[in-house]
Each structure stands twice: as C-alpha cells, then as structure tokens.
C-alpha cells in the first residue's frame, strides 16, 4: 500500500489487470493478507476512489442476486452496485460506463455495528474485475485450475461439485503442480496463441490460491460418482456449461454477448470432457489421460 | 411473425447455437439453451420476415420430412422458444 497526496492507494493484480483502490484512511481500501502475492506498485486498469459519503440514490433496479447485492441503472449508463447487512445498504459502488473508474460510497458505520472496515471487502472486490474483465471478454469461471505438465487442466463446477476435494487430492500427489485456485479461474482467450488462465486470490475451502498462469489445455466439468470416468463434450455443450459457471452482468446485453463468445471461443479452442470421479486419484490419472488423448 | 428477442443472446458454436436469456435475478442466470441440428436450423430462418408455416416449408425441404412433421415440429419448436422468450411474435401488417 502506498501513501498517496490524498490518502492510501492499495493495487492488487489478477490476470492482465490492476485494480488501483485509493482512500483517506488505509484500512478503507485493505485487502486480506492472504492476498499478499496480488498485490502491486503500480498499475490502474480499474480506479476506484473510497468516499465516506451517503449511498447515492438508487434508479431503476435492473438485477437482484437474491443475495447481499442489487445492480441500478444510473443515468449515461453508470451502474450502481449496492451491499448489504440485512436490510440495510452499507456500501455501494458507482461505476462508469466502461467500467473502468469509480466511486465506492462508504458511509462511517455507526458505534457496535457489524459492518466491515475495508470498503473492498468481498464480492465487491471481485466483482469490479467481473465487470471489467466481461467488457474485455475475458471469463472468470467457477472452478479449480491446476498447472501440470505444461499446460492448465480446468475442473469446473458449483458449490460442492467438488473443486476444492479434487485440489486437495491433487495437492496431495502431485506437489509439484501448482493450483492457481480452487474456486476461481480467470481465462483469456484473446490471444492467437492460446486460451490463458490465471490464478486468483478468491479461493475456496481448500484455501488454494496463487498467481501461476498458463496456457489452458483442456476442460473439465465436475460430478462425484462411484468409478472415474472422463467423457469428451460437444464444443456447444461445453460453451453452455462453462457460461452457468461464469459470473456475467446478466442484464446488460452487450456484456453477456461478449461473455457468451468468450465461452464459445474457449470451448471451440479448448478439449472439454465431463469428468464423473472418485475421490482419489484415479481422477488425476483420467484427466491427464483424456488431456493427452485430446 | 416470429424474430429474435432483443433480450437473448446467441452464439453459434461449432455448428450448433446456445441460446442465453438475460436474466434480472439471480435465479434465472442457469437458464441457458443448446439447439440441435435442427433447432439451429429454424432459429437461423427466424427474421421476422418469414411465418412459422414457412419456416416449416423450408425445414421439410432440408431435412427431407412430410410437411405434416416439419409443421408439428416447426410449431412445438417455436412454442417453446417464445415460452423461454427467445422470440416475439409481430403481426403482418
């Protein structure tokens, strides 16, 4: 974190992008220590500027997670992204129409109260990258990324599909594959060379989390079952698949035009197989062998 | 006359489309569709020019069936897409 003439700045890189956080105080705009190894000098792709100010009015809601956030559209197409304890709205964060710059209004909470101290606090963190990465057509994708053998595997799935299990055998013996997360994937399939894919601090139970990237080299959607098998996808039943896995602002059209061809050019570049495993190792042996085949 | 919603996205990926709905809450971002060969080859004839019993004609010559079948097929498909709103439907003028 670096002192800056108007407070604090903290950076932290994922993938190909920085996010430049600024604000009077320095636990306004602190991440976890665990994001230690994201962290940079130097670097703006996204700016965003902490105000101690009251939440701006809303306009018209245009998504609700059913969650702890609710995006408004705001005029000259801003969007206003809103978090909340209970009922009640503690932050928000109003960005441009690229999605590159914005204020995250973050009133001082009142004596005893629970919220946090650190405005970036998550989802809101990840989700400027989401917003950001959806205009450049980059995915981050729900998923457990092990680098092995010069290439990246991808093991794709929701809640309890089994990404953090399979990292944690995979930890066990192979070692020496590094696991770029156990949750959270970003891939880039902008380059002619290949689909990229980074590691990111938003991990899962397995607590697996590093800044290894590599080229992608095959695909793999999860599903425990009794014996181990992995069976090869059609390329649009893989682009389907890996979009339900994706985190896209599914109200805006264009972003979800450029989220829904960033999985088409993944899954048509890209071997995809659904992976029925075991827990243990016979999984790592069928991804390899399906990776190898393919 | 059947033509593409303005509030779904589609993307042909090798030789057959997916299909994704926007969505305003959380619980309708899984939906999301694959269309078969056939599928794919009415949603390409859908531009809000032609009818469904034309569309129908054009699939019966394609794939080579009754016009009894591609019409019953042509029709169950269509419906199906305006359930999940993927279309509208505009009245000739």
Redesign the interface.
């Known amino acids: 974190m670096k002192r800056s003439p108007t407070g604090f700045v903290n950076r932290l890189r994922v993938g190909p992008t920085v996010l430049a956080a600024s604000a009077e105080s320095r636990a306004a705009v602190a991440w976890p220590r665990r994001f230690g190894p994201f962290l940079c000098a130097r670097g703006g792709d996204l700016e965003v500027r902490v105000r101690r100010e009251a939440i701006p009015p809303l306009g018209n809601?245009?998504?609700?997670?059913?969650?702890v956030w609710r995006a408004y559209a705001q005029p000259e197409d801003r969007l206003l992204l809103t978090f909340r304890v209970g009922r009640r709205i503690y932050k928000a964060a109003l960005l441009d129409p690229d999605r590159r710059r914005g204020e995250i209004y973050f009133p001082r909470a009142s004596r005893g109260s629970a919220a946090p101290r650190s405005a970036l606090q998550f989802p809101l963190d990840e989700m400027l990258f989401q917003h950001r990465w959806a205009k450049d057509g980059l995915l981050e994708i729900h998923s457990c990324g092990v680098k092995d053998r010069g290439g990246v595997l991808l093991f794709t799935g929701h809640s309890g599909a089994g990404k953090s299990t399979l990292a944690k055998i995979w930890h066990a013996q192979a070692p020496s594959s590094p696991i770029l997360s156990d949750d959270r994937v970003l891939l880039d399939p902008r380059a002619l060379s290949g689909v990229r894919a980074f590691g990111t601090p938003w991990h899962g139970t397995g607590r697996f989390g590093s800044r290894s990237e590599g080229r992608l080299s095959a695909l793999f959607f999860l599903e425990q079952a009794e014996a181990t098998e992995a069976i090869r996808l059609?390329?649009?039943?893989?682009?389907?698949r890996l979009?339900?896995r994706s985190f896209p602002p599914?109200?805006?059209?264009e972003a979800?035009?450029r989220v829904?061809?960033a999985?088409?050019d993944v899954?048509?570049r890209v071997p995809a197989f659904l992976l029925r495993f075991r827990k243990d190792g016979s999984a790592i042996d069928a991804a390899r062998r399906a990776a190898a085949v393919a | 006359m059947p033509k593409h919603s303005?509030?779904v996205?589609?993307?042909?990926?090798?030789?057959?489309?997916?299909l994704?709905p926007?969505?305003?809450?959380?619980?309708?971002?899984?939906s999301?569709?694959?269309l078969n060969e056939t599928g794919t080859f009415i949603w390409e004839k859908i531009d809000g020019q032609r009818s469904g019993a034309a569309i129908a004609g054009l699939l019966a010559a394609e794939f080579q069936v009754s016009a009894e079948q591609a019409e019953a097929d042509c029709t169950l498909f269509l419906a199906q897409l305006l359930e999940v709103r993927a279309i509208d439907l505009e009245v000739a003028r």
Do not use: Q
């Not at chain 1, 809601?61 to 969650?67: D, H, I």
């Not at chain 2, 996205?9 to 997916?18: F, L, T």
């Open positions: 809601l245009l998504f609700e997670s059913e969650g059609h390329p649009a039943e893989a682009a389907a979009f339900t599914i109200w805006d059209l979800t035009e829904v061809n999985c088409g899954a048509e | 303005t509030r996205v589609s993307r042909m990926v090798a030789g057959e489309h997916i994704v926007l969505a305003s809450r959380g619980a309708e971002i899984d999301i569709f694959n």
